[in-house]
């Protein structure tokens, strides 16, 4: 299954299969274009994240390959947001 992945400077989180990326990503412009502002986005296993987006904020979306089998393991026991364990996971 194809998942969409992004990481918000440093914090990376899997977004929930039904959240609109194009949605997510004219958002993120929006706050920026502000000059800053809130963005809500569902992640897999995190529930409905908040982040503050600046123009100083990196973010990339990636799109990855995961199992159900792995998708339902990071919903019921998420990875911390420490960047390091998500690469020890291989996520």
Do not use: C, Y
């Not at 914090?11 to 809130?38: H, N």
Request: proline share 7%.
């Amino acid at each position: 299954m194809l998942v969409n992945k992004v990481r918000f400077d440093g914090q990376t989180f899997l977004l929930e299969p039904d959240q609109d990326v194009d949605e997510t990503k004219a958002a993120i412009v929006a706050a920026v274009g502000e000059g800053a502002g809130f963005v809500d986005f569902r992640t897999i296993g995190h529930g409905t994240i908040s982040l503050l987006m600046t123009p100083a904020v990196p973010v990339r979306f990636q799109v990855i390959e995961r199992s159900e089998e792995e998708l339902e393991l990071l919903e019921a026991d998420p990875p911390p947001f420490d960047e390091a364990v998500w690469f020890e996971h291989g996520f």
